[in-house]
């Protein structure tokens, strides 16, 4: 088969389209034909060279897909060759094949076309084991969402309405806030022009934000805390703004609040199961009746890998670019 291979890190084009052996599925795996796989900010990482596969994972990019089964591992049950399905991956989506964990695996939700569903899987898990799982968003609260016209950012919007929040986030043009807008946002906040802490403080009437989702990291630290409501929980799941800060522990003891930093693709089997039976559970459900749904920005074929990177680089997108096989 072919897939996106990183012969040394570095740029876009250190992507390359070549052929590899093809996987293998092994016991509780499926054997899935790729129709398109999600384009995430950690594949850019691995790309440079900072965000290797986990081991035992493949070595070309990609977190999530969506295609057809071509074939079941020793004790696999519930599954056929030829159902329709979106994954969730520890490597190997930009290809033609991938080899994936049962448990990982989700059926493409009725109504909604192969290669659209692609967006799903690495964002509605994200969301929802970090605003939910995690930081328990409970109806009437305010979630704060940085990033908020993102893959991330647009599905956290979504699901956060749909258990009756309220939903502040940020992001850098008029365009991008009224796509968030669009999707249920109650408070957009342009953060080259407004301070994220005091628009939020405003529109709480100085409460604060309950949950805040962080793609930032260092950067944003010290105002997250700021922005946090009593007993508020802030979960970090991306470091755009860097990896060390000063915390200062007695703003957070006065509000009781909690910080939380999470990743996904290294987590263990069993943890990924259990939070893609979750999104199963609760977001399948959503998708089906079309309270929510992914947002793609635009398709691109997976040879063209690069200029899809090139664009996350850019940052002009709203919602997912996916690349197709």
Not at 226 to 239: F, P, W
Request: charged letters at 20%; one cysteine or more; proline letters at 7%.
């Amino acid at each position: 088969m072919y897939a996106i291979t990183i012969p040394e890190p570095g740029g876009p084009d250190a992507l390359v389209w070549a052929e590899v052996p093809d996987p293998v599925p092994g016991e509780g795996e499926v054997l899935v034909d790729i129709a398109a796989a999600g384009v995430n900010r950690a594949d850019l990482l691995q790309r440079q060279g900072h965000y290797p596969p986990p081991p035992g994972a493949p070595d070309h990019p990609g977190l999530e897909c969506s295609g057809r089964i071509a074939a079941l591992g020793p004790g696999v049950s519930g599954w056929a060759v030829g159902d329709e399905v979106c994954a969730l991956l520890a490597g190997g989506g930009y290809a033609e094949k991938v080899a994936v964990p049962a448990g990982q695996v989700l059926p493409v939700p009725p109504g909604l076309d192969l290669v659209t569903a692609a967006g799903l899987p690495e964002v509605a898990a994200t969301v929802w084991s970090n605003v939910f799982m995690l930081s328990h968003l409970r109806p009437g609260e305010t979630l704060l969402v940085h990033g908020g016209s993102s893959g991330i950012g647009t599905m956290a919007i979504q699901l956060a309405k749909a258990v009756g929040a309220r939903v502040a986030v940020t992001a850098g043009s008029a365009e991008k806030l009224a796509a968030c807008r669009e999707l249920g946002a109650d408070i957009p906040i342009d953060y080259h022009e407004q301070d994220f802490v005091e628009e939020v403080r405003t529109a709480t009437e100085g409460a604060g934000a309950d949950v805040i989702l962080d793609i930032v990291g260092a950067k944003y630290l010290a105002r997250n805390v700021a922005a946090l409501a009593t007993n508020g929980r802030l979960a970090i799941i991306g470091l755009q703004g860097g990896a060390k800060a000063e915390l200062n522990l007695g703003a957070l003891l006065a509000k009781r609040g909690a910080v939380m930093v999470t990743s996904l693709r290294a987590r263990p089997l069993a943890e990924k199961a259990a939070i893609v039976a979750a999104v199963r559970e609760h977001v399948w459900p959503l998708v089906e009746s079309g309270r929510v749904r992914p947002i793609v920005d635009r398709t691109i074929p997976m040879r063209e890998a690069a200029e899809a990177h090139r664009v996350l680089e850019q940052s002009g997108h709203i919602g997912k670019v996916l690349l197709t096989v």
